[in-house]
């Protein structure tokens, strides 16, 4: 009997913890990161700190743009210089670090954190993965991400130059309305790759091996936002984030 209890228990206990990965039909923002900056436009990247509570965003473009910190409620509470042009960021929990790539295939950077939790200089390496010059990474436990314009997701193992292809196209109708420059991974099985529908306001979440879709959650974005069809996607904390140029502001709509 007691055997059978914890039998009934443990998929009872699955079957939750499957539910719970599933992504949600409809969203709304439920946080705003706010830039303090005037420097850049093209948002790039938004990463989270879990031990600190911390946001970090990034613009693509200059070297000089700003990376910002910001606190659990979305308030910038420290600004600094980037110090490299980069097509990539995110938050190595691991090695408690930020990492990312540089523009035009150029290499790899890295950015140390003080006891604050806020980014040390720059340090940059000339691992590279050979993609085109614009185009955005994304990771997930060890792994770099990438998405073409013609449908192709790559993996590559972090710091080596051969990589798994996957092609997606085939299972999405519409992929000419997705936002290639902001892909991102979602660390949820059979959801993991996902992209931004600028046509439609819609994540369209990708299994990762198959490349079929998995599921496609409706975004209400501020009446007055526009819909980023280049850049200015990221995702993080469960959430998508969307970059507003013109409010400068990182909205976050929750997914899972």
């Not at 900056?37 to 473009?61: C, M, T």
Request: proline residues 2%; contains cysteine; aromatic residues 16%.
């Amino acid at each position: 009997m007691k055997k059978m209890l914890s039998f009934i228990l443990c998929v009872t206990l699955y079957a939750g913890i499957a539910f719970a990965q599933a992504p949600k039909q409809n969203a709304s923002h439920d946080i705003v990161l706010t830039i303090n900056s005037y420097d850049g436009n093209n948002g790039l990247a938004v990463a989270y700190n879990a031990k600190l509570n911390l946001y970090y965003s990034i613009f693509a473009g200059n070297q000089d743009y700003p990376i910002e910190v910001h606190d659990g409620s979305g308030r910038s509470v420290f600004s600094t210089s980037i110090g490299a042009d980069v097509r990539g960021m995110w938050f190595n929990d691991k090695k408690n670090q930020l990492e990312g790539i540089l523009y035009d295939n150029k290499g790899s950077f890295v950015m140390k954190l003080d006891g604050s939790g806020y980014p040390k200089p720059v340090e940059t390496s000339g691992a590279s993965y050979g993609m085109e010059s614009q185009c955005v990474a994304a990771f997930f436990k060890g792994n770099v991400y990438f998405v073409n314009d013609y449908g192709y997701l790559f993996k590559f193992k972090q710091g080596q130059k051969k990589s798994k292809e996957v092609k997606i196209t085939d299972a999405y109708t519409e992929w000419f309305s997705l936002n290639t420059y902001g892909v991102f991974h979602t660390g949820k099985k059979g959801y993991e790759i996902g992209l931004f529908n600028f046509i439609n306001n819609t994540v369209v979440l990708f299994n990762e091996k198959t490349g079929n879709v998995g599921a496609i959650v409706n975004l209400d974005l501020p009446s007055d936002m526009e819909s980023p069809d280049s850049f200015k996607v990221s995702y993080c904390n469960n959430r998508v984030f969307l970059y507003d140029g013109y409010e400068r502001k990182w909205y976050g709509f929750k997914i899972f």
